[in-house]
T-cell receptor, first 113, second 109 residues
Framework: DADVTQTPRNRITKTGKRIMLECSQT?????MYWYRQDPGLGLQLIYY???????NKGEISDGYSVSRQAQAKFSLSLESAIPNQTALYFC????????????FGPGTRLTVL | AQRVTQPEKLLSVFKGAPVELKCNYS??????LFWYVQYSRQRLQLLLR??SRESIKGFTADLNKGETSFHLKKPFAQEEDSAMYYC???????????FGSGTKLNVKP
């Protein structure tokens, strides 16, 4: 089945370290998104990409960067991790055009000590 | 600014009771509203969208533009409905989604 996968699923790191979270999809979707989930705050959009050459900031992009290496891959980087970036991170994809459904990955739980 | 508000963090009901999860939104254009659900140990998945006017797993939601609401309803809750529910908003011309903070539904036996 076409799917959205995230690696790693869990990661513990220390303040100041560089971290990369990876997202891959086999759905053939053009659009990919990175969200952060914090308790009581729901999902907040970090970055989104409508195709390989298109990258856009979301609501909370400070401290994060992304790379769209191919249609199927969208990576999120924390250049210098800090404790308040401890959260659950979700990748999502959607087809281009209209108000299409977003398909979510299983999430990556990141802890910054 | 676009905003989605889910006022209840936790909603507990007994099996067979009606359930209503509230969602209010703020958006200046023509919104598209969605409900996403996250069951325990599963990923978020779409439950329903207002443009489809469908009933999924017994749930329905009506967009009320006058009250800017999109409440999720089910007449008889089941234990398997226990999950986290997120209301989401998107709009024509931009394809970002704005999510509410979520409501945890607990259906007691």
């Amino acid at each position: 089945d076409a799917d959205v996968t995230q690696t790693p699923r869990n990661r513990i790191t220390k303040t100041g370290k560089r971290i990369m979270l990876e997202c891959s999809q086999t759905k053939g979707h053009d659009r990919m998104y990175w969200y952060r989930q914090d308790p009581g705050l729901g999902l907040q959009l970090i970055y989104y990409s409508f195709d390989v050459k298109d990258i856009n900031k979301g609501e909370i992009s400070d401290g994060y960067s992304v790379s769209r290496q191919a249609q199927a891959k969208f990576s999120l980087s924390l250049e210098s991790a800090i404790p308040n970036q401890t959260a659950l991170y979700f990748c999502a994809t959607s087809a281009a055009g209209g108000f299409n459904e977003q398909f979510f990955g299983p999430g990556t739980r990141l802890t910054v000590l | 600014a676009q905003r989605v508000t889910q006022p209840e963090k936790l909603l507990s009901v007994f099996k067979g009771a009606p359930v209503e999860l509230k969602c209010n939104y703020s958006y200046s254009g023509s919104p598209e509203l969605f409900w996403y659900v996250q069951y325990s140990r599963q990923r978020l998945q779409l439950l329903l969208r207002h443009i489809s006017r469908e009933s999924i797993k017994g749930f329905t939601a009506d967009l009320n533009k006058g009250e800017t609401s999109f409440h999720l309803k089910k007449p008889f809750a089941q234990e398997e409905d226990s999950a986290m529910y997120y209301c989401a908003l998107s709009g024509r011309g931009f394809n970002k989604f704005y999510f509410g903070s979520g409501t945890k539904l607990n259906v007691k036996p």
